[in-house]
């Protein structure tokens, strides 16, 4: 988000290091890099993003930071990340006071590679609704969605 942030090139690098444009794929389906998108179907429609895609759309204003679920859009992502790298970084703070100083330097990148990771790593449509979750209800509290809990979803569906 410097004086020379540019949403076209770090959209750029963002399809370089996600492999979007590689044809590795050997199965029917492939998202980037080759790998198999899962089949896409209903779980596509009904797409469920937590972590840091929360916390950045919290930090920047397109979320309420106070909820645990909100409805977004990939094109949300998009939106912020050119007014992110548009701002001049001597404007970011007062643009953008909830971001973290040491933050705020990559917040057009952040930004950019997670509208391109959704519609072009994982293919959804820029329009298409999907929720953003913070926590999620476990029994009568409200816990952390964070990335190890996807983490230990994946190893323990790796045993056998």
Same mark, same amino acid.
């Given at each position: 988000m410097s004086q020379g942030s540019s949403l076209t090139n770090c959209r750029m690098v963002a399809l370089k290091a996600l492999k979007v444009n590689e044809s590795a794929c050997t199965h029917m389906k492939c998202t980037f890099g080759g790998v198999w998108n899962g089949g896409g179907g209903d779980g596509q429609k009904n797409m469920f993003v937590a972590s840091f895609f929360f916390d950045r759309a919290a930090e920047v204003g397109f979320v309420d930071p106070?909820? /645990?679920v909100a409805k977004v859009r990939p094109i949300d992502f998009e939106s912020a /990340?050119?007014?992110?790298?548009?701002t001049r970084i001597d404007d970011a703070k007062a643009t953008f006071p909830r971001v973290d100083p040491d933050n705020l330097p990559f917040l057009c990148m952040d930004l950019v590679y997670q509208y391109t990771l959704l519609v072009d790593g994982f293919g959804l449509d820029a329009r298409q609704e999907m929720t953003l979750v913070k926590k999620v209800k476990y029994k009568n509290s409200l816990v952390e969605a964070a990335w190890p809990l996807g983490s230990a979803i994946e190893v323990a569906s790796s045993m056998n």
């Open positions: 106070n909820v /645990a /990340a050119r007014r992110a790298c548009d």
